[in-house]
């Protein structure tokens, strides 16, 4: 990261030049270098305007897509560039990092062992575990099944901070070794919510090394990737060979592969800045993949085939089933095997799996009644959009409108005031509990929900606002679920009433669901008490500036009120300078989060601790000096307003994990 900025200067004299051969003017397809089937008459035309277009508004350096129906390739282009010095994407040769969809072989590993007998989905993670990643109890009764590992559904809270991405290899661990390190604490029972988990999918790839007796990578390559054909797909990542003997980490790319990875890019400053390389090489089974377009396309057959021998056809079949093997309501989309269920715009059925780094962003998906698959992947922090968008849009171009599938609108239009029950704050369920992390909710963690006129709902979180239109209400275990269908996307999300109130928001994704909070627990309690707090420090130092200017002294007890209250309030002035520090770097570059933690809020903790110290020093001070000070009734007002919100600034930050060593 150091390095980079260092070398900010020249990479914007360079990328000058770039940007305004690769963004100025439309980014143009790069040739396919391979003959593909045909395709329908209009789809490549699509593709490269839906592609085009999304690529200049959304400033995206380079795309890769490839489209398969009927077991043939029937569009395989690259757009844009991959590194930068201009070249070119090549969707036969040009790696793009899939993130997430590396847990698609993860959960293939896996099942292949489930067919030879060696794992049973029924039985407790703990069984094929090594020793050291045994999964404690915690509180809870009932163990963690593997499938709970498939599901999302094991209960572990989400941690992310200096350890998922890493930014030098050196600071990398042997898989297990990690896990072990950086292990989250069950937060809800097994099995009682599906909640996205990198760390549950990274235990399902440990258990594949244990019981297979292969490093995870070796198992990859030997069962997966090379039966396949897939000779540009790797889970390896490029660093120093000497870090596998010094660090115990697997064998590297290699450097044909290497040569041929892009780049990661940021749009700033009018050009796209290249960004540093995201490791993963610690968590690799829950995303450490890369690969070309062309590969995919051969995956996404073998998917579509059967398995091609890697996977019974009736094993594969899992992957696709339209009952998910867990849902968190039903009429939601939910996970079968690993795999993530989702519906196009247009109502057609879908299964596969996202990926996303901070800079690279793609998505597999198939769509079994159109006998359609799908591959997009893009290189830049902006390619988010163009990527939920463009199988979904494929989808609809090549089947129309599933109107079979498509739900009905309500059968009587809702008044907007009986939305009112719904409107309020949704706090996200993936999300640290017990760790500093928590502060991290301060930005991105909301789900807002408010009332329109017009008898929808609006959500609104850190991606935007999307349009609720209620469908109808089921019962689920003793609770309601109210269900609603996106009117951007088309899909179904729902909310649950439990005991006569709305208590949760469950998303279209189907790995996450938010929990209503109330005021006091939300972003904007927080915000209104740090405010207070930021004012009462301010006060309590001016006061303490302006007695020690006063030309009498106190006596010796109201004295002692009079340095600590000052001293108090400083030490809240620099803990919040800290912490602000640290904000403001994170929200200018998601990467701080995982190649800077915690810098400078590790000060900031430290420095809330010795100022809560303080601050029950200053409540014992005033407690001890109230009788016989000579204070006035302002003056004891003051004291005491200012206490108080020195007192509730300290609570504040502690129920946030911002206080002490919870880093």
Known sequence: MKRWAGNLLGAALVL??????????????????????EAPADLEPFVDGVVQTAMRAERIAGVGVV????????????????????????????LFRIASISKTFTWIALMQLVEAGKVDLEKPANDYLPAQLRIPDEGFAQPVLVRHLM?????????????????????????IDALARHRPHRVRPPGAASVYSNYGTALAGAIVQNVSGQPFEDRIETRILTPLGLQSTTFREPYPLALVQGRGLPSPMSPALAADVSEGFRWSGGAFMKQPFEYVVQFAPAGAGSTTPADMGRYLIALMSGGQGV???????????????????????????????????????????????????????IYPDLRLGVFVATNTTTGGKLRDFLPGAIADRIG????????????????????????????????????AERAFCLINCTVGVSVADNGELVLENGAGAARLSPLDAVEQNGAIVHRFRNTDTGETVA???????????????????????????????????LLLG????????????????????????????????????????????FYGLYFQRAAQDEWVVFADWPGEFAIGAWTGAAAAVLTALSALAVAFAWLKANWSVWRRTRIVATLMALIALGVMLNAWNMIGPRL
């Open 16 to 37: 000058a030049g770039f940007h305004a051969s690769a963004v100025a003017q439309a980014p143009e397809p790069t040739a396919t270098t391979k003959a593909v089937a």
């Open 67 to 94: 489209v398969v129906r009927d077991g043939r390739v029937v569009l395989l282009k690259g757009y844009g560039v991959a590194d930068e010095n201009g070249r070119r994407v090549d969707p036969e040769r040009t």
């Open 151 to 175: 599901t999302h559904s094991a209960g572990f809270e989400d941690i992310v901070a200096g350890h998922l991405f890493i930014p030098d290899p050196a600071l990398g661990l042997p898989l």
């Open 311 to 365: 996977l019974r056809p009736e094993t594969v079949a899992l992957f696709a089933r339209e009952t998910p093997l867990f849902a968190n309501a039903p009429g939601v989309n939910g996970v079968a095997y690993g795999m993530l269920q989702s519906h196009s715009r247009g109502g057609w059925r879908g299964w596969g799996h996202g990926g996303d780094t901070l800079r690279f962003h793609s998505e597999l998906a």
């Open 400 to 435: 129309g409108a599933n109107v079979a599938a498509t739900p009905a609108p309500a059968t009587r239009k809702t008044r907007p005031e009986a939305l009112h029950r719904f409107a309020g704050s949704y706090f996200v369920d993936r999300r640290a509990y017990t760790s």
């Open 495 to 529: 909310f649950v009433e439990q005991d006569g109130r709305i208590t949760r928001y469950l998303s279209a994704g189907g790995v996450n669901r938010a929990t209503r909070v109330s005021l006091f627990a939300a972003p904007d309690g927080f915000f209104a008490i």
């Open 534 to 577: 930021l004012l009462a420090s301010l006060a309590a130092v001016i006061s303490g500036i302006s007695r020690l200017l006063a030309p009498t002294q106190p006596r010796a007890r109201a004295r002692l009120v009079g340095v600590l209250m000052p001293a108090t309030g400083a030490a809240w002035l620099i803990a919040l300078t």
